[in-house]
């Protein structure tokens, strides 16, 4: 073993630049993986800690399983069971402040961008916690209008007791007179600002609603506790969690959805890393053919060889997994710098570092060295196989190897038929099926389809540059080995895949997504909350904003939206209430299944939905089927009367129902989004006047107009695609290694050629310029490979997407063609820039000495 390391370490050290570019490839996957790996945990932390770091510490907290609030009346069942100590009930909402609400400076940092208002019993939740008074006093039950805040916060706003502090509310914006200040918070999450239970049920325009209880117990033996709590659980019945809040789920639903999407790309890193790492040993067994047989003469036996080649692997694994795990950990440092912002901003949840688990970190190592290992199998057990007296013969064309790619050809011309068919089917399943078996298949058939390509593109470069017998030489270069040029155009395949897909998909996705946002929010004025993202944050208006607005003269229509939060078994949904009538008069759904004008009227006649594109999705849901929502009062049968799509919950599994039954099933009647009309031919400035004057009374909302909101979301739209486009580039670098990797090892094994092409009259431009054309066919057939993968792949994930609900507008991936067309031809040209300097730079006299 030790003399297997030593040979593989000097062969390393000797060929460096081969053995960083192989390295390379190893790191680029293990960087996308590792990286994006450990970001979604450090998101899902910082929710997590912002939803239950109000929990405190208590023998237990019980909320509802649906998230929303529930009747006071549940605190009056609790107190029944036997060993309760003390129990209190809260209503803890979140309170999203709007940008500079606080200091009024946008050229600052905001540092409070929101609040967790709690109204709380004041006798019943001293008997459970200690809330140690550092100055003032505390609440007392008569209190109205008071509130009691950390000192950490007193400190931010410069507020000592009886200071005025200003918050939005349902009602507009309240006045709080500071009673009292605790201790600077150390807990993470939002700042706490204690009020009356009443106080925040009137604040909050929830009477008579809660939504945690908290209890200690009055033992400490743990039988006993089990068994109080079971009896809690038992009176309380199954609608309610037991545990910490059960927010924000839907969200981190489709924050792991992501992660998924995101991992599909680092495999297809990974997977043109293989393809690099097999080339690159393929490749060098054959260069080192005279080698190994010389190591056989003098005693090496099978295994020995066998094990020396995968001893290289495993050395250049190791190295690129370490390198990528190195650059990973930065990634998600760099990633989650630049959204930290972003979610504090527009979710108001802080964000860590990444999170690194050992179970993370070890897949990690096992996929990078793992990889290169396989990669490097078949190359080691060839060479193994080699006897000394074959391998000291100089090569000759063999037979059996075009009749294997003749085989090859056949099978992968069936598999690329088959994936058209599944294409065609619009089945899910087969069209997943069908992207890999496309892949697959132009693998297989690509050795074959090297020269016909190679001498199409050959003839054409002859034309245009004259270069007639230059090109020539490097076409027949690629063509004397068609399956190291395939598997060289597999890999920048791939790369150039993703990028022709993304375009097809970012543009099908942004087309639907438009036509959503002008449909939906295209009104003359719209009411938008601080955070879109995570609804339950927002503290909305009670319903007197709107009928205000209705009584403006110059307004026409105006429509708001509700929201709640729901399960239908273990799959947490949004649930938006609309008004059946005024809806569809300024704003409007994008619908898939069923009719507008009947589905908005059966929603006014008792417990109908109509559920969006995900929903429906996920559930398996289709018009006429029926779905058990968990609501405030207990499971109800909701009858699916359409499938259709909004802009903002377009991605969030949602329920649209009627307001009225949101108000009696959940007991919600707080508008989060409101919109409005004006009249024809009314003077819009007048206008502007009088509804800017209603808004101020409400800052915790941002008025805008429909058309500027549209404007908006679309520079959103191109700067993120951009930016995906972006880290798309990234993940075609391998097909750059790739190219380099084949033509440095091109040189090298063509010395002795190169020194007889410059001592027949050859001169180094010429020589540089052959090196030039070949990696530019090596491109050119690439790219072929990679535009036909990627406008099959373009379509299976529109067609998938569309198949999973969300809103999306077929269109041909222009940009993406473009995009890759010029990246293929523009890493064909720098991959050729090291091994042409190389051929151009060898000493004629010793090329032809080369052995």
């Given at each position: 073993m030790s003399l297997q390391l030593t040979l593989a370490a000097r062969y390393m050290n000797g060929?460096?630049?081969?053995?960083?570019?192989?390295t390379l490839a190893v790191v680029f996957g293990v960087l996308l993986t590792f990286g994006v790996n450990s970001i979604l945990p450090a998101i899902s932390q910082a929710f997590r800690a912002n939803l239950l770091a109000v929990a405190g510490q208590v023998d237990l907290t019980v909320t509802h399983k649906a998230g929303t609030a529930f009747s006071i009346d549940a605190l009056d069942t609790v107190q029944t069971v036997e060993g309760i100590f003390a129990v209190s009930g809260s209503l803890n909402r979140t309170v999203n402040l709007p940008a500079d609400y606080y200091d009024g400076d946008p050229a600052t940092l905001d540092q409070v961008t929101a609040l967790a208002?709690?109204?709380?019993?004041?006798?019943?939740?001293?008997?459970?916690?200690?809330?140690?008074?550092?100055?003032?006093?505390?609440?007392?039950?008569?209190?109205?209008?008071?509130?009691?805040?950390?000192?950490?916060?007193?400190?931010?706003?410069?507020?000592?007791?009886?200071?005025?502090?200003?918050?939005?509310?349902?009602?507009?914006?309240?006045?709080?007179?500071?009673?009292?200040?605790?201790?600077?918070?150390?807990?993470?999450?939002?700042e706490e600002i204690l009020v009356t239970l009443s106080e925040a049920q009137r604040l909050l325009?929830?009477?008579?609603?809660?939504?945690?209880?908290?209890?200690?117990?009055?033992?400490?033996?743990?039988?006993?506790?089990?068994?109080?709590?079971?009896?809690?659980?038992?009176?309380?019945?199954?609608?309610?969690?037991?545990?910490?809040?059960?927010?924000?789920?839907?969200?981190?639903?489709?924050?792991?959805?992501?992660?998924?999407?995101?991992?599909?790309?680092?495999?297809?890193?990974?997977?043109?890393?293989?393809?690099?790492?097999?080339?690159?040993?393929?490749?060098?067994?054959?260069?080192?053919?005279?080698?190994?047989?010389?190591?056989?003469?003098?005693?090496?036996?099978?295994?020995?060889?066998?094990?020396?080649?995968l001893t290289e692997s495993v050395l250049q694994g190791v190295a690129g997994t370490a390198a990528g795990l190195v650059l990973g950990y930065g990634f998600g440092v760099v990633v989650l710098g630049a959204l930290g912002r972003t979610f504090e901003q527009y979710m108001?949840?802080?964000?860590?570092?990444?999170?690194?688990?050992?179970?993370?970190?070890?897949?990690?190592?096992?996929?990078?060295?793992?990889?290169?290992?396989?990669?490097?199998?078949?190359?080691?057990l060839k060479a193994g196989r080699v006897t000394p007296l074959e391998a000291l013969r100089p090569p000759v064309a063999e037979v059996r190897a075009a009749r294997a790619e003749g085989a090859a050809f056949i099978i992968g011309a069936v598999l690329i038929g088959l994936a058209l068919a599944a294409l065609l089917s619009r089945n899910v399943g087969l069209l997943a099926l069908g992207g890999v078996i496309f892949l697959i298949g132009l693998v297989l058939a690509g050795p074959v389809l090297?020269?016909?390509?190679?001498?199409?593109?050959?003839?054409?470069?002859?034309?245009?540059t004259g270069q007639q017998g230059i090109v020539q030489l490097a076409e027949g270069n690629l063509t004397r080995q068609p399956t190291r040029a395939a598997v060289t155009a597999s890999a920048t395949m791939i790369g150039l895949a993703v990028l022709?897909?993304?375009?097809?998909?970012?543009?099908?996705?942004?087309?639907?997504?438009?036509?959503?946002?002008?449909?939906?929010?295209?009104?003359?004025?719209?009411?938008?909350?601080?955070?879109i993202a995570v609804?339950?944050?927002?503290?909305?208006?009670?319903?007197?904003?709107?009928?205000?607005?209705?009584?403006?003269?110059?307004?026409?229509?105006?429509?708001?939206?509700?929201?709640?939060?729901?399960?239908?078994?273990?799959?947490?949904?949004?649930?938006?209430?609309?008004?059946?009538?005024?809806?569809?008069?300024?704003?409007?759904?994008?619908?898939?299944?069923?009719?507008?004008?009947?589905?908005?009227?059966?929603?006014?006649?008792?417990?109908?939905?109509?559920?969006?594109?995900?929903?429906?999705?996920?559930?398996?849901?289709?018009?006429?089927?029926?779905l058990r929502l968990l609501t405030a009062e207990g499971e109800q049968v909701y009858r699916v009367v359409a499938v259709a799509n909004d802009y903002l919950n377009a991605k969030i599994a949602t329920a649209y129902i009627s307001q009225a039954s949101l108000a009696t099933d959940f007991n919600v009647t707080e508008d989060v989004l409101l919109q409005a009309n004006l009249k024809p031919g009314v003077d819009r400035a007048e206008a502007d006047w009088e509804v800017k004057g209603l808004a101020a009374q409400y800052p915790q909302f941002r008025l805008i107009a429909g058309q500027e909101y549209y404007d908006e979301n679309k520079r959103i739209f191109d700067a993120a695609f951009l930016g995906l486009y972006a880290v798309l580039g990234f993940l075609a670098i391998p097909s750059l290694v790739a190219m380099l990797n084949t033509l440095a090892i091109g040189v090298i094994e063509?010395?002795?050629?190169?020194?007889?092409?410059?001592?027949?009259?050859?001169?180094?431009?010429?020589?540089?310029?052959?090196?030039?054309?070949?990696?530019?066919?090596?491109?050119?057939?690439?790219?072929?490979?990679?535009?036909?993968?990627g406008l099959y792949l373009a379509r299976l994930a529109v067609d998938s997407l569309g198949a999973a609900g969300y809103p999306v507008r077929a269109s041909f991936p222009w940009m993406g063609a473009v995009l890759a067309v010029a990246i293929g031809m523009l890493f064909g040209g720098l991959a050729a820039v090291i091994p042409a300097r190389q051929a151009a730079k060898l000493d004629i006299v010793a090329a032809l000495r080369y052995e």
């Open positions: 060929r460096r630049l081969r053995t960083v570019l192989t208002l709690v109204g709380i019993n004041p006798e019943a939740a001293q008997s459970l916690r200690a809330f140690p008074v550092v100055s003032g006093r505390f609440l007392v039950d008569v209190d109205a209008g008071s509130a009691i805040i950390s000192r950490s916060l007193a400190e931010v706003l410069e507020l000592e007791v009886g200071d005025p502090l200003s918050l939005p509310t349902t009602q507009g914006q309240a006045e709080l007179s500071i009673v009292g200040i605790l201790p600077a918070r150390t807990l993470p999450g939002n325009n929830q009477p008579g609603q809660i939504n945690a209880l908290d209890m200690n117990f009055d033992t400490l033996d743990e039988d006993r506790r089990a068994k109080i709590q079971a009896e809690v659980e038992t009176a309380l019945g199954p609608d309610y969690h037991l545990g910490g809040l059960a927010s924000g789920s839907e969200l981190l639903t489709n924050l792991k959805i992501g992660q998924a999407m995101i991992n599909v790309l680092g495999a297809l890193g990974l997977f043109m890393g293989g393809f690099i790492v097999f080339n690159t040993f393929r490749t060098i067994v054959t260069e080192r053919r005279r080698d190994l047989a010389m190591l056989r003469a003098v005693g090496a036996d099978r295994r020995m060889i066998t094990g020396l080649i108001h949840v802080r964000v860590g570092g990444p999170v690194v688990s050992l179970a993370l970190l070890v897949a990690a190592v096992a996929v990078g060295v793992g990889l290169t290992l396989v990669a490097g199998l078949l190359p080691a090297v020269r016909p390509i190679a001498n199409t593109f050959g003839a054409l470069a002859s034309r245009l022709v897909m993304a375009g097809g998909l970012l543009t099908s996705v942004s087309g639907g997504f438009l036509d959503a946002l002008e449909r939906s929010l295209g009104s003359d004025y719209l009411f938008v909350p601080p955070a609804w339950g944050g927002n503290v909305g208006a009670a319903p007197r904003l709107a009928e205000e607005l209705r009584a403006l003269p110059s307004v026409e229509a105006v429509s708001t939206l509700r929201v709640a939060t729901s399960l239908a078994g273990d799959l947490p949904f949004t649930v938006l209430g609309i008004d059946p009538v005024n809806y569809p008069k300024v704003s409007g759904l994008v619908f898939q299944k069923g009719d507008p004008d009947s589905a908005y009227a059966s929603l006014a006649d008792g417990r109908n939905l109509i559920a969006n594109g995900p929903l429906a999705a996920f559930a398996g849901l289709t018009p006429g089927d029926d063509r010395t002795r050629e190169i020194g007889m092409v410059r001592a027949v009259g050859a001169t180094r431009q010429q020589v540089r310029r052959m090196v030039v054309f070949e990696a530019l066919i090596l491109a050119a057939l690439g790219t072929s490979f990679g535009l036909l993968s």
